[in-house]
């Protein structure tokens, strides 16, 4: 089965601070995703990799960066954090190469609260 | 522009029940559709999916039905049990899953 694994369920900084989220997953899949969850909003894709070291943005990655240094580990970066990113953070997998479509599979989410 | 669209933001229905959620797309090139359920304070969990080669694709007590001209699926819960409420997403994706447009849930409510 699956594992995503994010470090914090509930965090709370301040504005200004720089903020790292973690994710983990044990199942070596080369596609890895953060999304943030807003109501009525859904789910929006902030930066995705696909690989070891590579990253494309997503809708809204204004104010946010990733890192990918370890297949296993995908981690979001709040440069400067700013009260607009109050919200709840998920990061997903899915490998690549499949043959037929495949679901992402999610973490349990950080509710990130920005004072 | 939303290119997928849950109208309805909330949905109550009697236990042992029927459930209708509905999605609509605007993107004919979707072509892979996915429903998620979400409980507060965890991440989404995938419930059923359905090609674009097909009309409908069942799992136990989860239906997902795709009407392609009309570019809308929806996902039948029967009988509806008081598990079931929770957070509804519906997802699509164009030749690959890799990125998933999301719509922005139904809340979904089981009255005992």
């Known amino acids: 089965d699956v594992k995503v694994t994010q470090s914090s369920r509930y965090l709370v900084k301040r504005t200004g601070e720089k903020v790292f989220l973690e994710c983990v997953q044990d199942?070596?899949?080369?596609?890895m995703f953060w999304y943030r969850q807003d109501p009525g909003l859904g789910l929006r894709l902030i930066y995705f990799?696909?690989?070891?070291?590579?990253?494309e943005k997503g809708d809204i990655p204004e104010g946010y960066s990733v890192s990918r240094e370890k297949k296993e580990r995908f981690s979001l970066i709040l440069e400067s954090a700013s009260t607009n990113q109050t919200s709840m953070y998920l990061c997903?997998?899915?490998?690549?190469?499949?043959?037929?479509?495949?679901?992402?599979?999610f973490g349990d989410g950080t509710r990130l609260s920005i004072l | 522009d939303q290119q997928v669209k849950q109208n309805s933001p909330s949905l109550s229905v009697q236990e042992g029940r029927i459930s209708i959620l509905n999605c609509d797309y605007t993107?004919?090139?979707?072509?892979?559709f996915l429903w998620y359920k979400k409980y507060p304070a965890e991440g989404p969990t995938f419930l059923i999916s359905?090609?674009?080669i097909k009309d409908k694709n069942e799992d136990g007590r989860f239906t997902v039905f795709l009407n392609k001209s009309a570019k809308h699926l929806s996902l039948h819960i029967v009988p509806s049990q008081p598990g079931d409420s929770a957070v509804y997403f519906c997802?699509?994706?164009?030749?690959?899953?890799?990125?998933?447009?999301w719509g922005a849930g139904t809340k979904l409510i089981i009255k005992p």
């Open positions: 997903a997998s899915i490998p690549s190469g499949v043959s037929s479509n495949q679901p992402q599979h």
């Open positions: 990799s696909y690989d070891v070291k590579m990253k």
């Open positions: 997802a699509a994706s164009a030749y690959s899953n890799y990125q998933l447009i």
């Open positions: 993107n004919s090139m979707f072509d892979y």
């Open positions: 359905i090609s674009s």
């Open positions: 199942m070596d899949h080369e596609n």
